[in-house]
Protein backbone atom coordinates (compact mmCIF):
# COMPACT_ATOMS: atom_id res chain seq x y z
CA UNK A 1 0.00 0.00 0.00
CA UNK A 2 1.03 3.30 -0.44
CA UNK A 3 2.42 5.67 2.08
CA UNK A 4 0.07 8.14 3.04
CA UNK A 5 1.21 11.65 2.30
CA UNK A 6 0.86 15.09 4.61
CA UNK A 7 -1.77 16.84 2.52
CA UNK A 8 -1.64 20.86 2.36
CA UNK A 9 -4.67 20.69 4.37
CA UNK A 10 -3.02 19.01 6.79
CA UNK A 11 0.08 21.07 6.97
CA UNK A 12 -1.59 24.37 7.45
CA UNK A 13 -3.66 23.01 10.10
CA UNK A 14 -0.93 21.83 11.77
CA UNK A 15 1.28 25.34 11.22
CA UNK A 16 -1.71 26.96 12.75
CA UNK A 17 -2.33 24.77 15.83
CA UNK A 18 1.36 25.23 16.79
CA UNK A 19 1.06 28.97 16.25
CA UNK A 20 4.33 28.60 14.10
CA UNK A 21 6.21 27.96 16.36
CA UNK A 22 8.99 24.37 16.26
CA UNK A 23 7.03 22.47 18.97
CA UNK A 24 10.56 21.39 19.94
CA UNK A 25 12.83 23.93 20.60
CA UNK A 26 10.34 27.00 19.90
CA UNK A 27 12.05 28.32 16.85
CA UNK A 28 9.40 30.94 15.05
CA UNK A 29 8.83 30.24 11.58
CA UNK A 30 8.88 33.98 11.23
CA UNK A 31 12.49 34.04 11.99
CA UNK A 32 13.49 31.16 9.96
CA UNK A 33 15.51 31.04 6.87
CA UNK A 34 14.23 27.74 5.88
CA UNK A 35 10.64 26.27 5.78
CA UNK A 36 9.55 23.66 8.73
CA UNK A 37 8.60 20.62 8.10
CA UNK A 38 5.44 18.64 9.72
CA UNK A 39 7.36 15.19 10.99
CA UNK A 40 6.15 11.82 12.80
CA UNK A 41 6.13 11.69 16.07
CA UNK A 42 6.17 8.12 16.02
CA UNK A 43 7.95 7.06 12.38
CA UNK A 44 6.31 5.54 10.49
CA UNK A 45 8.65 2.71 10.46
CA UNK A 46 7.60 1.90 13.76
CA UNK A 47 3.92 1.97 12.50
CA UNK A 48 3.44 5.99 13.16
CA UNK A 49 0.08 7.18 11.30
CA UNK A 50 0.36 10.14 8.65
CA UNK A 51 -2.90 11.55 10.91
CA UNK A 52 -2.81 14.68 12.97
CA UNK A 53 -2.48 12.83 15.91
CA UNK A 54 0.75 11.57 15.58
CA UNK A 55 2.31 14.63 13.99
CA UNK A 56 3.94 17.82 14.99
CA UNK A 57 5.02 21.01 13.64
CA UNK A 58 9.19 20.93 13.22
CA UNK A 59 12.23 23.03 12.10
CA UNK A 60 14.98 22.01 10.09
CA UNK A 61 17.17 20.88 12.75
CA UNK A 62 14.75 19.56 15.15
CA UNK A 63 13.75 17.01 12.44
CA UNK A 64 16.66 16.23 11.20
CA UNK A 65 18.28 15.06 14.55
CA UNK A 66 14.97 13.91 15.86
CA UNK A 67 14.75 11.64 12.17
CA UNK A 68 13.12 8.18 13.30
CA UNK A 69 14.40 8.44 17.14
CA UNK A 70 11.62 8.17 19.10
CA UNK A 71 13.98 7.77 22.85
CA UNK A 72 17.10 9.27 23.99
CA UNK A 73 19.31 9.23 26.79
CA UNK A 74 18.82 11.53 30.22
CA UNK A 75 22.43 12.24 31.31
CA UNK A 76 20.87 12.88 34.90
CA UNK A 77 18.99 9.68 35.88
CA UNK A 78 21.63 7.71 33.20
CA UNK A 79 19.01 5.97 31.73
CA UNK A 80 16.75 5.48 28.19
CA UNK A 81 14.13 8.35 28.11
CA UNK A 82 10.97 8.48 25.56
CA UNK A 83 11.26 11.80 23.86
CA UNK A 84 8.62 14.39 24.11
CA UNK A 85 5.47 13.84 22.45
CA UNK A 86 3.94 17.61 21.83
CA UNK A 87 0.39 15.54 21.43
CA UNK A 88 0.54 14.06 24.46
CA UNK A 89 2.30 16.46 26.83
CA UNK A 90 2.48 19.91 27.31
CA UNK A 91 6.00 21.49 26.54
CA UNK A 92 6.06 23.73 29.67
CA UNK A 93 5.44 20.54 31.98
CA UNK A 94 8.86 19.02 30.79
CA UNK A 95 10.83 22.01 29.52
CA UNK A 96 11.87 25.59 30.81
CA UNK A 97 13.76 28.69 30.13
CA UNK A 98 16.94 29.62 31.62
CA UNK A 99 16.95 32.87 32.76
CA UNK A 100 18.40 35.03 29.52
CA UNK A 101 16.07 32.77 27.63
CA UNK A 102 18.41 31.40 25.55
CA UNK A 103 18.82 27.95 26.59
CA UNK A 104 15.93 25.11 26.86
CA UNK A 105 16.78 23.36 30.36
CA UNK A 106 14.94 20.02 30.75
CA UNK A 107 12.84 19.17 34.10
CA UNK A 108 12.05 15.52 33.40
CA UNK A 109 13.98 12.82 32.35
CA UNK A 110 12.09 13.10 28.89
CA UNK A 111 12.64 16.78 28.36
CA UNK A 112 16.38 16.54 29.38
CA UNK A 113 16.58 13.65 26.51
CA UNK A 114 14.85 15.42 23.94
CA UNK A 115 17.02 18.62 24.72
CA UNK A 116 20.00 16.14 23.74
CA UNK A 117 19.01 14.03 21.13
CA UNK A 118 17.57 16.62 19.30
CA UNK A 119 19.87 19.30 20.08
CA UNK A 120 17.17 21.79 21.60
CA UNK A 121 20.17 24.33 22.46
CA UNK A 122 21.77 24.60 18.86
CA UNK A 123 25.20 27.59 18.91
CA UNK A 124 22.77 29.17 16.08
CA UNK A 125 19.39 28.88 17.86
CA UNK A 126 20.94 30.41 21.25
CA UNK A 127 22.35 33.45 19.06
CA UNK A 128 18.82 33.80 17.53
CA UNK A 129 16.98 33.64 20.63
CA UNK A 130 19.20 36.00 22.49
CA UNK A 131 18.47 38.47 19.29
CA UNK A 132 14.96 38.23 19.32
CA UNK A 133 15.08 38.26 23.11
CA UNK A 134 16.38 41.85 23.15
CA UNK A 135 13.30 43.01 20.25
CA UNK A 136 10.88 41.26 22.70
CA UNK A 137 10.09 38.37 19.90
CA UNK A 138 11.35 36.23 22.54
CA UNK A 139 10.15 33.48 23.83
CA UNK A 140 6.91 33.21 21.90
CA UNK A 141 4.08 33.02 24.35
CA UNK A 142 2.68 29.65 25.16
CA UNK A 143 -0.47 29.40 24.00
CA UNK A 144 -2.61 27.25 26.50
CA UNK A 145 -1.43 28.83 29.33
CA UNK A 146 -1.39 33.11 29.28
CA UNK A 147 -3.58 32.83 26.55
CA UNK A 148 -6.55 30.48 27.54
CA UNK A 149 -5.55 31.64 31.31
CA UNK A 150 -4.91 35.33 32.02
CA UNK A 151 -5.71 34.77 35.61
CA UNK A 152 -3.12 32.32 36.12
CA UNK A 153 -1.20 33.36 39.64
CA UNK A 154 1.77 34.47 38.81
CA UNK A 155 3.80 31.66 41.12
CA UNK A 156 2.46 29.21 38.53
CA UNK A 157 3.34 30.67 35.42
CA UNK A 158 7.13 31.14 37.01
CA UNK A 159 6.72 27.48 37.61
CA UNK A 160 6.75 27.21 34.18
CA UNK A 161 9.35 29.12 32.92
CA UNK A 162 7.26 32.20 31.30
CA UNK A 163 9.09 35.44 31.52
CA UNK A 164 6.00 37.59 33.22
CA UNK A 165 7.95 41.18 32.44
CA UNK A 166 8.40 40.03 28.44
CA UNK A 167 4.32 39.84 29.35
CA UNK A 168 3.88 42.49 30.61
CA UNK A 169 5.56 44.75 28.65
CA UNK A 170 3.75 43.26 25.85
CA UNK A 171 0.51 44.00 27.26
CA UNK A 172 1.45 47.59 27.72
CA UNK A 173 2.63 48.08 24.22
CA UNK A 174 -0.48 47.13 23.12
CA UNK A 175 -2.37 49.10 25.40
ZN1 LIG B 1 13.13 23.15 16.40
Not at 70 to 98: A, M
Request: glycine content about 6%.
Amino acid sequence: MPEKRVTAKQRTKIAERAHGCCEYCRSQTDFATQSFSVEHIIPRSQGGKTELDNLAFACQGCNGHKYTKTEGYDLVSGKISSLYHPRHQKWCDHFCWNDDYTLILGITPTGRATIETLHLNREGVQNLRRILCEMSKHPPIERGTIKDTPDEPRAELTKKGIRLSLIENKALSQA
